[in-house]
């Protein structure tokens, strides 16, 4: 089984970031608990004042497709689509390294 | 203290990416027994052939700075360097979230 990972700048609406980042988090609290997220981490971009960047790295496809039938991951992707302004995912394919979890 | 990431786009010379690579997951076996490597992820970019994307977590700015004054990595950097034909880094502050390792 090959792990995924979801890679991607959000914009939020101008001024908005730190509400936007606020409930992302509360988000992540909710992926503690679930089975096959190796890795969801936040970054601001230092240099453009409403960008965010998503890091996140899964057991399989299959385990992120999963979350996001998650009651309480809808709910929070649904408090945070408001205050998104803009999205630029970029299609990746994680190879290895360290913090990685076992095999490719 | 606070967490430090790195996050860039490496470019490939046309044709060399895979072999980047590889070198590449080399120094992530190196930073395995390193002190404050959180995660170090080598990322396939699915629709640039020749670009690689790595996504860093350290514990500090400073362990980071450590681990490039130890001679393993700097070799594999200096292996690493005449495949590549260019660099796009993106500065960010880490802000949380699962794999975060313990509090910002």
Redesign the interface.
Known sequence: MSKY?M?GKLTAHPGKRDEL?NRM?ES?ET??GMEG???????????HPDD??V?E?WESEEAHAASLKNEKVLEVIGRCRPLIAGVTP???????????GGTA
């Open positions: 990972a890679f980042a988090l992540s992926l503690n997220c190796i890795h969801y981490i936040l970054h601001a971009d230092e240099d965010l960047w890091t790295l970029i299609k990746v394919r994680p190879l290895g390294g360290k913090g990685f």
